[in-house]
């Protein structure tokens, strides 16, 4: 990409903030600047993707799966730390063989519609969530039953060693978003409503499916001191720009974010805003069709490891995402397991490099490669950033925006694009695997497999968290030698907040839980 390429997307990016609060088009629901401000007790969101479906089973997950955290309780919750604290479950016990986990319930809780919840309840739930094949139901493959111990303990077990078991059942992850029994006996309802048990529950009858979602408190949480709202409202801004524009009038105090929003609008806050951000994710290009199967080219690891090359992670980050990002190909952030900073040096910003591994692979003149990304800001710019890169080596970008998950997931199904721009979280390897590198990973459509990279992920995933870093470094490393991704950057999650809320910090929980923003006074 010439610096004049560049400088066009980086002019869009800065419009981003150009439009004029009268020109926007905001969700339905919004109350106006006077009346939000009026209504204290009202938490209003904005969040960056429509809901994939209300279901948990069938849901995406972190920035996508913000809608399910009002309603649905974990089991347990991962805090900033890393560390676990009671949600649904007080007490859980891992395996000396991590092949099993015993979970000990708080008695007293209850689903939104007055149920107990109870172990019987809890192995309904994790049972449909696994039937249902949904994108994440890869992480309990290997289940192979639920124990009932009494009314309130059940036994989850796995037919192979899952260090980290207990980190499936958090909201990231959503298996421990617990479903009520009356919930699974109306399955047709569980798209557009909610059957949790968390501090709220769906007032479908005022929300707009794929616009605003509004929840009520539900009367029957167990904690009444931790509702802090007698309202709360998700409104759906896939245009960033507008979701900013609309907390400058006052209309949400929390937007959901990324890091290029984040930089072209830090320039420009109002007095009562501020940025939150924590370095919990990996953006950029994944390689789907590795074995050829709709694109021939894409079987040839020099083909993809010239795409590694011709990308300017440093130039990309640095003028798109500034401080809200690193140059990085790698799937784990610094900080997180199998990170490794000598792998930073394998794949230099070298065009000559990726012009010969292109010759030498059998395509001087390059190709057409079919890319789909989700509508939203960051990967729109990025795919725009990244194609101009790999033009200069032949490579043609033919893309396909897709509006929503819904769309994206079945077309990946389809093997509609062989590669997709994405952004992604980082995480305990042993999950992370189950989305990216596992053949049956919900971005690994194509079931790509390497039969030195499964032995290793073996190895790994046998070994106690504490003992694993090397072993996953391997993995990783293997991982950046395939070339399966192209990865432009090391990215933060993002939130823009008025001063009319306190939140945490994001930290190994990679998204911020609704439950923990709460009135600044």
């Not at 560049?6 to 339905?28: E, K, T, V, W």
């Not at 919990?280 to 083909?303: C, E, H, N, S």
């Not at 033009?391 to 093997?415: D, M």
Request: hydrophobic share 45%; proline share 5%; glycine share 8%.
């Amino acid at each position: 990409m010439d610096m004049n390429q560049f400088n066009d997307i980086l002019i869009g990016r800065r419009s981003l903030l150009g439009a004029s609060a009268a020109g926007l088009a905001l969700g339905a629901g919004l109350a106006g600047p006077a009346q939000a401000q009026a209504n204290a007790k009202v938490l209003t969101v904005g969040g960056a993707f429509v809901p994939l479906s209300m279901d948990p089973a069938n849901s995406g997950n972190g920035r996508a799966g913000l809608h399910l955290a009002p309603a649905y309780e974990p089991l347990v919750r991962t805090q900033a730390d890393g560390k676990f604290a009671p949600a649904l479950a007080t007490a859980w016990e891992l395996s000396a063989d991590s092949k099993e986990v015993t979970f000990t319930l708080r008695q007293g809780a209850k689903f939104s519609d007055g149920e107990p919840v109870t172990a019987e309840a809890c192995k309904k739930s994790i049972e449909y969530f696994v039937g249902k094949k949904g994108p994440f139901a890869a992480n309990l493959a290997s289940m192979t039953g639920i124990d009932v111990l009494d009314t309130y303990r059940f036994k989850v077990k796995v037919s192979v060693p899952q260090p980290a078991l207990i980190e499936l059942f958090n909201g990231y992850w959503l298996a421990g978003y617990i479903i009520s029994p009356k919930g699974l006996a109306s399955a047709n309802l569980l798209g557009a409503q909610t059957f949790g048990a968390g501090p709220y529950k769906l007032d479908h009858t005022a929300t707009v499916t794929g616009k605003t979602y509004t929840f009520l408190p539900n009367e029957h949480y167990y904690d009444k001191s931790r509702i802090k709202w007698e309202k709360l409202i998700i409104t759906v801004f896939e245009d960033q720009n507008a979701g900013i524009q609309a907390m400058k009038a006052g209309q949400i105090k929390l937007l959901v974010s990324d890091p290029l929003s984040a930089q072209a609008g830090s320039a420009n806050l109002s007095k009562n805003m501020r940025i939150q951000s924590d370095a919990v994710g990996w953006t950029g290009l994944i390689l789907m069709d590795r074995d050829g199967q709709v694109q021939p080219f894409l079987k040839d690891v020099r083909v993809r490891q010239a795409i590694n090359h011709a990308i300017d992670r440093k130039l990309i980050s640095q003028a798109l995402l500034g401080r809200f990002a690193e140059p990085s190909l790698q799937l784990q952030s610094r900080g997180f397991m199998g990170y490794d900073a000598a792998l930073e040096k394998r794949y230099p910003f070298d065009p000559a490099k990726a012009k010969q591994l292109m010759d030498a692979a059998g395509y001087p003149n390059g190709f057409e490669l079919k890319v789909g990304y989700v509508n939203n800001t960051l990967s729109r710019f990025l795919t725009q950033a990244i194609a101009g890169q790999l033009k200069k080596i032949g490579i043609k970008f033919v893309t396909e925006e897709y509006q929503g998950f819904g769309p994206f997931l079945a077309a990946g199904r389809n093997k509609t694009y062989s590669a997709l721009v994405f952004n992604s979280n980082s995480s305990v390897p042993n999950l992370a695997r189950f989305q990216t590198l596992d053949p049956k990973g919900s971005l690994n459509t194509y079931g790509s497999e390497d039969a030195t990279l499964t032995k290793l992920m073996s190895e790994a995933a046998l070994l106690p968290l504490s003992k694993a870093e090397a072993a996953w470094k391997k993995v990783y490393a293997q991982a950046v030698e395939l070339a399966w991704f192209a990865p432009v950057a090391a990215v933060h999650v993002c939130y823009f907040a008025t001063s009319d809320i306190k939140m945490p910090q994001a930290g190994q929980s990679l998204v911020v839980d609704l439950i923990d923003v709460v009135p600044a006074k």
